[in-house]
């Protein structure tokens, strides 16, 4: 039962389809027929127990065959192979069974495998009692796949894969193969083209760039203390809780002084206390996938499951993130399911055809960026981003996701002109099988990983992105405030003699405050391309940009919505951010400076501790304006309530840099109203003007509401108060039929 001479040419020309079938041993009539493929040995002999034939070579390139009397299928043997005068010792991988089956076939093409990370990729296992790898990949059109790296000379004829033909899935086991050991997919195409080598889609590392093969990795073996952190989480309602996020790109916030990147224990030690200390709730991380550009900060990911080489090993990122827990701190992770670049080592044309992306060029490529875009409706497609977000959930223990460029996902003409874009069969410009996909995510995510957020970056009128799945919703947890952003940095950063014509600008956003759950986000996006810093922004002096920073981001803090803040903004740096370099962390050296870090570190105090800043964020009973229009003198007057009778905290903006005297406001109650907070204390680094901490109220109604005071307002400030005395309200008592009180 010998190989026929066509098997043994595909075989050494690396275009068999079913290797398996010819290679390894064969059971045969009073024994096993063995078969080995060994490019460039000269001869190879199998040894069992009490046994060593030597094969003979039927091709000289390398392809040898024998007959093992005696044995039966299933004993164990190792090849002695000669080569160049020097003989090792191997086991053959085409003597071991399958390590995927059946199920896993049958859930990847249904697009409900939610783990598909478990099965896919390089997992260093034991195999039928022996130490190795699985390696598993899908590519359903390609003729043959092979595991190429050092250990085979990026030969594919080595090790050519098992196809399951069901699904489309590839998969080898390769004993004695070893953590750290880097590796690529060889794959021929459906035409028979052999493609450029590609990266593997579940691999868990990456070579640092420009180098880009994956890197076999464990990830499953670190030893979480974060428990208690994780149960609370399950059980917290993220949209009554306080929420102030530090928006980080990790490998330029501090860089060593020859440029070279932290590593993620070095930013455990340094990032997170640092964060603590400013009283940041959660660190919200840009992009940590494998990229091969720095210059696109992560947005164009290559490996979806790999944490970025550039800050080491990824068993750094589950203990910078147990560390963050450790110190009450959360983690959310930017992810980007929008699209993907065109590199030849990565996702596009993967197997020889458009396998990931869409096929249509009019739903699958991103004119903007010049990238792919993931073909939504297809199950395997989805099944492969949707256990993508669950991966980073669940393996790292991430406390949400942050969904870059929802937009551009969900609108067939985004960025796209008339005939640029393929509408939907009754003329319809929403992307349905985005919108599904989003729809079965989100709504898996909240079953798989209960109390993490998902968050999306969506800058469009579209309806319910923070609804409920069961209500119509698209099920994300908040939605970025992209129109209060752009509103209100066009207000701070005209000049206080003409902002009285832009009034709207900062009044508008509680027009729909609370049709979803929002963050408010100052981010990375605001300091790149020209557009300067936040404290750049604003017009006048040094002194004049600074204490109208420091009003805006009191303005923010007691605006309805969770916060968010690009890193370097809380020293207010004049220079734009760059991903090549790290922070101008010299400036903390100038008080002033230290003066804004100081007023964060406050307004988060504050945010954390203060219920009426945070509890009803996203509901109208949380917010009640004292007065929106007046636009003469450019203030803004308003009281925030914590939806629940405790006591509320009025917040007064004056974006002028004239000090306004004896401003009338509407108050809830009569009564001692303490200064608690105003950004133009000296600490802060302002002029210390103010009312001397206290605030007295009368019982004459103004503004709607029972009670007013008389308040001065500081240039360019914003001024918290709150009263010094508060009741709860007692709840009403109702006599039933019964007789019966009724609460």
Known sequence: MHASEGDVLALLEG??????????PHAARGGLMLRVLRPGAASVEASFTGLTQRLEPRHPDGFFEGFIPDVRMGEAYRLRITEGGTTSEALDPYAFGPGLGPLDDHLLIEGTHHR????????????????????AVWAPHARRVSVVGEFNRWDGRWHPMRRRVDSGLWEIFLPGITEGTAYKYELLGAHGALLPLKADPFGFAAELRPANASVVA??????WTDEEWMAARAKRDPAAAPMSIYEVHAPSWKRHPDGRFWNW???AAHLIPYVADLGFTHIELMPVMEHPFDGSWGYQPIGMHAVTARLGHPSGLARFINAAHMAGIGVILDWVPAHFPDDAHGLARFDGTCLYEHPDPRRGWHPDWQTAIYDYGRKEVEAFLASNALFWLERYHADGLRVDAVSSMIHLDYSRGPGEWAPNEDGGNDNRDAVGFLHRTNAMLAEQAPGAMIIA??????SGVSAPVAKGGLGFAFKWNMGWMNDTLRYVAKDPLFRAHHHQLMNFGLMYAFNERFILPLSHDEVVHGKGTIGGRMPGDTWQKLAGLRAYYGFMWGHPGKKLLFMGQEFAPWAEWSEARELDWWLLEHAPHQGVQTFIRELNRMHRETPALHAADARPEGFCWIDANDADHSLFTWLRFDGAGGPPVAVLCNFTPIPREAVLIGLPRAGTWLEVLNSDAADFGGSGQGNLGRVEAVPVPAFGQPASARVFLPPLCTIHLAPQAWEMPKPTTVATTSGTPHV
């Open 116 to 135: 598909l990370h478990d099965r896919l990729g390089a997992h260093l296992v034991t195999h039928q009692g022996v130490a190795g790898v699985r390696f």
């Open 218 to 223: 464990r990830i499953d073996d670190f030893t």
């Open 15 to 24: 275009r068999h389809a079913d290797p398996f079938a010819v290679l390894g």
């Open 457 to 462: 970056e969506e800058a469009t009128n579209w």
């Open 265 to 267: 224990d070095e930013l």
